[in-house]
């Protein structure tokens, strides 16, 4: 009963959002690197903050700093989606989120000196990586209810970690965003205040589970996006390329805007392949080494991306020359 109140509360602060949002232009706007081609609602993934705000007057008790933290960075990246802030500035709140959780969760206690700054370049990068692959319809809420969904899994039945409210209360914000996203012309897009906090509550997840005597071959729970994102941030390197400057050759991109598949397939595909990865880190984890199980998912993810992405970006790079138009360079 509580659940279905929470639902509803949820759903219907949502429809008060886009109200506010079409009030004051909270909007969305196509351009050359957009995967859209109509004017949205932006910042829907507020209502994942309300989850998180909510989970935590719930089971106050620990949850605290992480949800004040994550309040802090997903306030800063709604901002963002309302008026452009610097980079610096958003990197910096980030930082300092993470920092807030490390405390919180004993890292700077626990973990050797030296470990403490590529940590907090993987948190970072996670996060930002959870943001650039907020492209298309679907892809973040469904990408999430999967890895929360997991991380749910492990929770109940493996190792507990977190109230499971801190799970599934997100969960159910996934269900209600996805309701108005997951459509072929959505109706809302999640912003970086969705994916970014999104980003941070499965960042503060996954290392809760690691500290709690959890393998961090739990990290695979990210398997897809990871690659994607490691990848293609690797390729616009080699390119000589802004990393930080939209684009449109993620794999997921590709698939979308070029090759011409439905967002709801492309997004489908990465939120089935990611519970498949998931499955298998669940029943294999215990009975083989993180080391091992990464080699068995990762290798096989690299060399797809690496022989299929370049066979696309010659086939839209022919395609766009046959049409005239200007052609994605490999």
């Given at each position: 009963?509580?659940?279905?109140?929470?639902?509803?509360?949820?759903?219907?602060?949502?429809?008060?959002?886009?109200?506010?949002?079409?009030?004051?232009?909270?909007?969305?706007?196509?351009?050359?690197?957009?995967?859209?081609?109509?004017?949205?609602?932006?910042?829907?993934?507020?209502?994942?903050?309300?989850?998180?705000?909510?989970?935590?007057?719930?089971?106050?008790?620990?949850?605290?700093?992480?949800?004040?933290?994550?309040?802090?960075?997903?306030?800063?990246?709604?901002?963002?989606?309302?008026?452009?802030?610097?980079?610096?500035?958003?990197?910096?709140?980030?930082?300092?989120?993470?920092?807030?959780?490390?405390?919180?969760?004993?890292?700077?206690?626990?973990?050797?000196?030296?470990?403490?700054?590529?940590?907090?370049?993987?948190?970072?990068?996670?996060?930002?990586?959870?943001?650039?692959?907020?492209?298309?319809?679907?892809?973040?809420?469904?990408?999430?209810?999967?890895?929360?969904?997991s991380l749910q899994y492990v929770?109940?039945?493996?190792?507990?970690?977190?109230?499971?409210?801190?799970?599934?209360?997100?969960?159910?914000?996934?269900?209600?965003?996805?309701?108005?996203?997951?459509?072929?012309?959505?109706?809302?897009?999640?912003?970086?205040?969705?994916?970014?906090?999104?980003?941070?509550?499965?960042?503060?997840?996954?290392?809760?589970?690691?500290?709690?005597?959890?393998?961090?071959?739990?990290?695979?729970?990210?398997?897809?996006?990871?690659?994607?994102?490691?990848?293609?941030?690797?390729?616009?390197?080699?390119?000589?390329?802004?990393?930080?400057?939209?684009?449109?050759?993620?794999?997921?991109?590709?698939?979308?805007?070029?090759?011409?598949?439905?967002?709801?397939?492309?997004?489908?595909?990465?939120?089935?392949?990611?519970?498949?990865i998931s499955a298998l880190v669940?029943?294999?984890?215990?009975?083989?080494?993180a080391y091992w199980l990464a080699?068995?998912?990762?290798?096989?993810?690299?060399?797809?991306?690496?022989?299929?992405?370049?066979?696309?970006?010659?086939?839209?790079?022919?395609?766009?020359?046959?049409?005239?138009?200007?052609?994605?360079?490999?």
């Amino acid at each position: 009963m509580v659940y279905l109140l929470v639902f509803v509360f949820l759903f219907i602060s949502l429809m008060v959002y886009f109200r506010i949002a079409l009030h004051y232009r909270i909007i969305d706007k196509p351009n050359d690197r957009s995967s859209h081609r109509s004017f949205t609602i932006r910042g829907a993934g507020i209502i994942f903050l309300l989850a998180f705000l909510l989970a935590w007057g719930m089971h106050y008790q620990g949850n605290t700093l992480p949800t004040m933290a994550a309040v802090l960075i997903g306030g800063v990246s709604f901002v963002d989606d309302r008026i452009s802030l610097s980079r610096r500035l958003r990197i910096l709140v980030q930082v300092l989120a993470v920092g807030i959780l490390f405390y919180k969760l004993g890292v700077f206690d626990i973990c050797p000196a030296w470990s403490i700054l590529p940590m907090f370049i993987l948190a970072v990068g996670i996060i930002n990586a959870y943001n650039f692959m907020d492209g298309i319809n679907g892809i973040t809420g469904l990408y999430s209810l999967i890895v929360l969904g997991s991380l749910q899994y492990v929770n109940i039945y493996l190792t507990h970690f977190v109230h499971p409210d801190m799970i599934w209360l997100p969960i159910l914000a996934c269900i209600v965003f996805l309701y108005f996203n997951f459509r072929i012309k959505a109706k809302c897009f999640a912003g970086d205040v969705g994916s970014i906090s999104m980003a941070f509550w499965v960042v503060f997840l996954i290392l809760k589970l690691v500290m709690s005597g959890g393998s961090w071959g739990y990290v695979l729970f990210l398997a897809v996006y990871g690659i994607d994102s490691v990848l293609t941030i690797s390729h616009r390197l080699l390119r000589k390329e802004n990393i930080f400057e939209p684009h449109r050759i993620h794999f997921f991109q590709l698939l979308a805007n070029e090759v011409g598949w439905t967002h709801l397939t492309v997004s489908s595909i990465y939120a089935g392949l990611q519970l498949i990865i998931s499955a298998l880190v669940i029943l294999l984890l215990p009975v083989m080494h993180a080391y091992w199980l990464a080699l068995i998912i990762l290798l096989p993810l690299v060399a797809f991306y690496l022989i299929v992405k370049p066979r696309l970006m010659r086939l839209v790079q022919c395609s766009s020359s046959t049409n005239g138009s200007e052609p994605v360079s490999v």
